[in-house]
């Protein structure tokens, strides 16, 4: 028993480490800035952070959020970003073991949280994770025999096309652009590594997620209704769901019909 709780601090700790990464690439993709070099440096007084300084999570805490050498704050972006791809590294391996399916999801999530993170912040998604994550997803399929690779093709199909639809029908309606192209694409990455079902699911818990907590904002600031909010986290939430409790959700949901 106590070696499962340290396989499972393990694993926790494995995908923190990763999110430390993810915090490079949150920050330098977004400025064009390569992400494996030069060594992490504080963004107020640029002195290197010792590795020591730069354990998951236990860093941020035990310098209560400032620089050792300047005193600048640091964002709580970081341990936030550690925290969540720690957990989300841990409930996967609950669910899925060491498996293909573990590592091959574990890629995929990795990526939903930087997309998720640069989206919030600068409204965009990155091409140079959604189009290589497109055929990473689709070679992955031949190793996840729950999904296949036809299920994959289709859902990249499904993916792009409903949202360039949508973002077209947009258009002509409104005459100006609503969704964006990032968007389309990082749904064709989902339906790649997911398949067609859950684009599906993806469109349909997104936009519910999307309008609750578009309402809710609007209703908390009033005036500003006008408050543009990337959607591409809402796709990553709909997508998390779906790969924990997507089943689940479907069974209730088709279950309602059946009464
Ligand atoms: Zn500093």
Redesign the pocket.
């Known amino acids: 028993m106590p070696q499962l709780i340290l396989i499972d601090i393990f694993i926790f700790f494995f995908g923190a480490v990763v999110g430390s990464f993810l915090n490079v690439c949150i920050y330098r993709l977004p400025r064009r800035e390569s992400v494996v070099f030069p060594p992490s440096r ?1 963004t ?2 640029d ?1 290197r952070i010792r590795w020591y300084d730069n354990v998951p999570i236990i860093s941020y805490l035990a310098l209560r959020g400032r ?1 050792r ?2 005193g ?1 704050s640091i964002s709580l972006q970081y341990p936030v970003v550690e925290l969540i791809n720690g957990l989300l590294t841990f409930f996967l391996f609950l669910k899925f073991g060491l498996s293909p399916t573990f590592g091959i999801l574990f890629l995929f999530c990795s990526a939903l949280v930087v997309i998720t993170f640069i989206d919030l912040e600068h409204q965009i998604i990155p091409d140079v994770i959604s189009l290589p994550g497109i055929l990473i997803g689709f070679v992955a399929s031949f190793f996840l025999p729950w999904l296949g690779w036809q299920a994959s093709l289709i859902g990249i199909a499904a993916g792009g096309g409903s949202l360039l639809l949508v973002a077209y029908g947009y258009e002509l309606v409104a005459k100006k652009e609503g969704m964006g192209g990032g968007d389309i694409k990082l749904l064709a990455m989902m339906g790649a590594f997911l398949g067609w079902r859950a684009v599906l699911f993806i469109l349909f818990a997104s936009s519910l997620i999307g309008s609750i907590v578009g309402i809710t904002l609007m209703l908390a600031q009033k005036k500003d209704s006008k408050l543009a909010i990337p959607f591409g986290p809402f796709l990553a939430s709909g997508a998390i769901l779906y790969i924990f409790f997507g089943r689940q959700i479907i069974t209730w949901y088709l279950s309602l019909g059946a009464r």
């Open positions: 504080c107020g007084c002195s620089c050498t300047c600048a």
